[in-house]
Nanobody, 123 residues
Framework: QVQLVESGGGLVQAGGSLRLSCAAS????????MGWFRQAPGKEREFVAV???????YYAGSVKGRFTVSRDNAKNTVYLQMNSLKAEDTAVYYC?????????????????WGQGTQVTVSS
């Protein structure tokens, strides 16, 4: 069992930055691919970024070049650095964990989810 707790959300002006953190319980954190997803009001939850257990990173086209996902296995924590934020980035952001090696862009492949943290970007 893995428990995930996100933090770092808040209100920021367009063009600003935020760093989200996701702290995980358990001793096998390094084995998990860690994904970030988001859900805007009235929309379905969508993929944002993922970092594999080996450190490879992948991004949605809408955030590539602006967001950076990283992990610190010693701290059981994954981060999402968000720069040049836009109003359309406003959403609840969730981190998730999976042991799967394929399909890691797809939320149904994830077994564990955090409670989410609100990010609001004012224009």
């Amino acid at each position: 069992q893995v428990q995930l707790v996100e933090s770092g959300g808040g209100l920021v002006q367009a063009g600003g930055s935020l760093r989200l953190s996701c702290a995980a319980s358990g001793r096998t954190f390094s084995s998990y691919a860690m994904g970030w997803f988001r859900q805007a009001p009235g929309k379905e939850r969508e993929f944002v970024a993922v970092i594999s257990s080996g450190g490879s990173t992948y991004y949605a086209g809408s955030v590539k070049g602006r967001f950076t996902v990283s992990r610190d296995n010693a701290k059981n924590t994954v981060y999402l650095q968000m720069n040049s934020l836009k109003a359309e980035d406003t959403a609840v952001y969730y981190c998730a964990a999976t042991l799967k090696r394929i399909g890691i862009f797809t939320q149904r492949e994830y077994d564990y989810w955090g409670q989410g943290t609100q990010v609001t970007v004012s224009s």
